[in-house]
């Protein structure tokens, strides 16, 4: 079919046939989307001819869960038990020192590797009660609502120690510096 005579209800009735999978709905009307925008951009679709796909089923197609064993589980959280906690820790030795030191950080203080990754040495500070990291709102993924505030997190055992050592190494700026654009190593090398 020509993409100037896809109609709205087509449009709807391709979409409506993902609704049992609405992750892959998603993705179709994303790309669907971003494909009539490239042929107006592109001046391969007249102007006039409307972008259904960006217009239909705007903030209906939620994931339900996923489904194990025949039986929808919902989206759950989980934490890692004593037993499986040991098993990383046991490997540290086995990464690379950047890695060992992400995983451990990550481990001792429940931040994200994003927040690890863009410490700065002007970010930490010792305090009557001990080593304290302190992330300016505007680094964690609440930046965005008004009643967030900066992150307090202590600095003790293993985390105290890799943060010190690292900032030895480092007068000033990040702690996991990078000579990439960013000035700090991005969390895909960690990651990856």
Not at 126 to 142: A, F, V
Request: glycine content about 10%.
């Amino acid at each position: 079919m020509e993409a100037a005579k896809v109609s709205h209800a087509t449009a709807f009735d391709i979409l409506q046939a993902y609704l049992g999978t609405p992750v892959q709905a998603g993705r179709i009307r994303i790309e669907l989307g971003a494909s009539w925008e490239y042929g107006h951009d592109a001046g391969r679709l007249d102007p006039e001819v409307p972008n259904w796909w960006r217009q239909i089923m705007r903030g209906n197609l939620r994931s339900k869960g996923r489904v194990r064993e025949g039986e929808r589980v919902g989206t759950s959280k989980r934490v890692l038990n004593a037993d499986e906690i040991g098993l990383p820790i046991n490997w540290l030795p086995n990464f690379p020192r950047l890695v060992e030191d992400v995983v451990t950080l990550y481990m001792w203080t429940c931040t994200r590797g994003s927040e690890i990754l863009e410490m700065e040495v002007s970010e930490v500070a010792r305090e009557k009660d001990g080593l304290w990291w302190t992330i300016p709102k505007s680094k964690t993924k609440n930046s965005w609502r008004d009643g967030a505030t900066d992150l307090r997190v202590p600095l003790v055992g293993r985390a105290a120690t890799i943060v010190m050592r690292r900032m030895q190494a480092v007068e000033k700026g990040y702690i996991f510096p990078s000579t990439g654009r960013s000035g700090h190593v991005e969390q895909k090398t960690v990651s990856g």
